[in-house]
């Protein structure tokens, strides 16, 4: 049987999705749902059905996991917990510094309704996370550091399109050269959030927009743009559309430490992605974990999860013999 999987917004990450499921020989799309018109949007995948949203409330024994493709500023916060109640759900929401308070909000929901939910799905958080955990866990003594670019952020840029007078936006972040070499280095210097990135944003400013209010707004944003060196360009939509048209990010999750009882040894792990597409890549890592949801919902598990809950054989299609004899 095919896991049924629904799709909840049809941006860039819902797009992503639609195509990791064409890729999963056990997942079957059965219906999206869009705030937009649904007449108005074009899928890939034949005979399914495009819904608005509102919808999404009829149809909760059609679906096995809902995957959320919002963002992480303003829509996530308020969808995952209402889905969770009706549905299977798996997000991508973004926004370190809130994890916790949504982890709860999310948790409550989920548990209430019976339903098994996975927050914080990609790869950073996510895949990074998992990374950094192992690494702290063999290397006790030693200092993590995560650098992240250069790439384009969707919830970073998602949050500027959300300001007045933003027609359109992307931001990239840039990891700082030197810092990243001293840390491969083996230094461990001590670094501060503005040391290891900068923030590069190219802005599509709407007509009569007040730009100084804009840039102000985007420099001091709280967990985004306040904590970092900030650039803001404005430029015009033909510049945007020839420029900064793709979606690439990557990164690198590098711990240093030490091993022997007088510390002389020194190991350096490093994890890292360069990535073509960041939502492409991002939603095949929600599909891998809807599969896990699926599993643990199967089981009768409820509430929330993350990452570090989730047994790594549950994202694979394989059966525990295949996973043996071709990966250990």
């Known amino acids: 049987m095919s896991i049924r999987i629904g799709i909840y917004g049809y ?25 937009r018109d649904p007449k108005s949007v074009n899928i890939l995948t034949e005979n399914v059905g495009v819904y608005h949203a509102d919808e999404a409330l009829k149809m909760t024994g059609d679906i096995d996991v809902m995957i959320l ?15 969770a109640k009706l549905y299977n759900v798996i997000d991508s929401f973004d926004t370190h510094a809130k994890i916790p308070e949504h982890f709860e909000a999310v948790d409550k929901a989920a548990s ?35 650098f992240w670019g250069k790439g384009v952020s969707q919830g970073h840029s998602d949050a500027i399109r959300r300001i007045e ?9 840039i990891p700082v050269e030197s810092a990243l070499e001293a ?5 461990n210097p001590e670094l501060t959030t503005r040391q290891k990135h900068t923030r590069e944003c ?13 840039e102000n707004e985007i420099k001091t944003m709280p967990n985004y743009f306040a904590d970092y060196d900030t650039t803001v360009h404005f430029i015009s939509r033909e510049e945007f559309e020839k420029n900064h048209s793709g979606i690439p990010h990557g990164g690198f999750v590098i711990r240093s430490g030490y091993t022997g009882i007088n510390n002389q040894n020194k190991h350096i792990i490093e994890y890292s992605l360069k990535l073509d ?10 599909v891998a974990y809807a599969r896990a949801a699926y ?8 509430g929330c999860k993350t990452v570090f809950d989730i047994p790594p054989a549950y994202l694979s299609p394989k059966t525990g013999e295949e996973i043996r004899k071709s990966l250990l």
């Open 11 to 35: 941006g860039n990450l819902g797009r992503g999705v639609e195509a990791a499921i064409r890729k999963n020989a056990d997942m079957k799309l059965e219906a999206i749902f869009t705030r």
């Open 69 to 83: 493709c919002g963002g992480s500023a303003t829509d996530l916060p308020t969808q995952t917990p209402a889905l």
């Open 112 to 146: 209430e309704g019976g339903k098994t939910a996975i927050i914080s799905v990609g790869w950073d958080p996510g895949l990074f996370s998992l990374n950094r955990l192992y690494a702290e866990a063999i290397l006790p003594d030693g200092k993590d550091y995560t």
């Open 165 to 173: 007078g933003v027609a359109d936006a992307k931001q990239y972040t």
């Open 183 to 187: 840390v491969r280095s083996g230094k």
């Open 202 to 214: 190219f802005v599509v400013a709407k007509e009569g927009a007040d730009l100084k209010r804009i």
């Open 277 to 286: 597409s960041n939502p492409e890549f991002t939603s095949s890592v929600l």
């Open 295 to 302: 599993r643990m919902s199967s089981e009768g598990q409820k």
